[in-house]
Structures are given as C-alpha cells and as structure tokens.
Nanobody, 123 residues
C-alpha cells in the first residue's frame, strides 16, 4: 500500500521561497508520474505541476510557471517542489500525488496522495 508524506511547508513573506518535499514508500515509484496540487478551504483542487517517470519532462499550471520547479529523485523515491517569488495567492494546503496518466489535469485525481503541508504567504 503506497504512502506519500509531505514536508517543508511553513510561513513566508511575499517574494520569498520555500521548498516542499515528498517521500514515497510502499509502491514502485518509477511506475508512477508524480505531481503536486493545492487546495484552499471551500475551493477545488488546483493541479500545479507534474513530472514524468524518468524526471526529464514536467508540466506546470500557468499560475506557477516560471516560479515553481518540480523535480524527482528516483533513487531516493522523493519528489520536490521549489517555490520562489511566492505570492499571497499561493497560500494553500499543498499535496503530493502519484498516478497516471502524466498530464497536469490528471494530478488532482491521482489515486495516491499525501496528507498535505500548509504554505502561508503573507503580504
């Protein structure tokens, strides 16, 4: 049974940076695309990034393109999200998720997901 555990959330001022990490276990990591989505109370999930099996190809939502970078380490079964130039509207609970197909639209429906880590950006 697969598990994903996020870490690295916190509070930061606008313009700052944070790095989120996700540790995967209990499944064959390289058989899955992995990605991040975020959610605020009362709103739908927003997929923000996905990275392919080998890690060479990634896709981003327009809202984070150029500011966030997704990466994966298949030797360590980990997934990272480097966030820079953070804005107050980036405030949300961030979740890592694993599944297929490898499309940004599918990330919010990936069957494996973690418990989330909170990111708060103050103005």
């Amino acid at each position: 049974q697969g598990h994903l555990v996020e870490s690295g959330g916190g509070s930061v001022q606008a313009g700052g940076s944070l790095r989120l990490s996700c540790a995967a276990s209990g499944f064959t990591y390289t058989n899955y695309c992995v990605g991040w989505f975020r959610q605020t109370p009362g709103n739908e999930r927003e997929a923000i990034a996905v990275i392919y099996f080998g890690g060479s190809t990634a896709s981003y939502a327009d809202s984070v393109k150029g500011r966030f970078t997704i990466s994966r380490d298949n030797a360590k079964n980990t997934l990272d999200l480097q966030m820079s130039k953070l804005k107050p509207e980036d405030t949300a609970m961030y979740y890592c998720a694993a599944g297929v197909p490898c499309t940004i639209l599918a990330v919010t429906q990936f069957p494996l997901r973690g418990q989330g880590t909170q990111v708060t950006v103050s103005s």
